[in-house]
């Protein structure tokens, strides 16, 4: 966007964080300082942080859908979807039916495109459109095994049957599991 300057940070510079985790403590954080804290969302319903995404209308959302989410039931994503339809009406026609699973545990594919329909916004007093209908894109990425993955990965998912959805309570992989994920 024109206008809009990006400071770069560098390994000499750096930034005295305890600052910046003030200012997030305090609520005063917003995307003009230096740093911006980045959340999954997790604490409003949303986990993968894409509602104020859509409340800004981006025109192009990518978001990684990497929970535990064995069955693929897209909880986290279909909660999103929802929420923002609820309190904003943007709709998101996502279809994800290349995401189930088959007998085998694998999918069609690991990703899925959406179209994003934006209302267009009125003048609350007057009435006049303030901004028109719009249409945006939501790229997800799921994480998903389709068995063309090259043979480590196939061996680890063959070794674990929870690949790619192990649960996140344990934050201590080993060299196996880093490198297949």
């Known amino acids: 966007y024109a206008g809009i300057t990006y400071e770069r940070i560098d390994a000499e510079g750096g930034v005295f964080w305890p600052l910046y985790l003030l200012r997030e403590i305090l609520g005063a954080t917003n ?38 989410d064995p069955p693929h039931a897209f909880g986290s994503l279909t909660e999103a979807l929802r929420q923002i339809y609820i309190d ?48 945006g894109y939501l790229l997800v990425l799921k994480s998903s095994v389709m068995g063309d993955e090259a043979a480590p990965i196939l061996n680890y998912r063959h070794e674990h049957a929870d690949f790619p959805h192990q649960t996140t309570g344990d934050q201590f992989f080993d060299d196996d599991q880093f490198e297949s994920y």
Request: with cysteine; hydrophobic share 35%.
């Open 31 to 68: 995307a003009n300082h230096r740093l911006v804290n980045l959340s999954d969302g997790g604490h409003t319903g949303d986990n993968l942080g894409i509602c104020p995404l859509l409340k800004r209308r981006c025109a192009i959302i990518i978001a990684c859908d990497a929970e535990a």
């Open 88 to 135: 904003e009406n943007i709709e998101v026609d996502l279809v994800l039916t290349d995401f189930k699973l088959d007998a085998n545990g694998y999918t069609k594919s690991h990703h899925a495109l959406g179209i994003i329909r934006y209302p267009r916004v009125l003048d609350p007093e007057t009435r006049r459109e303030i901004r028109p209908a719009e249409t």
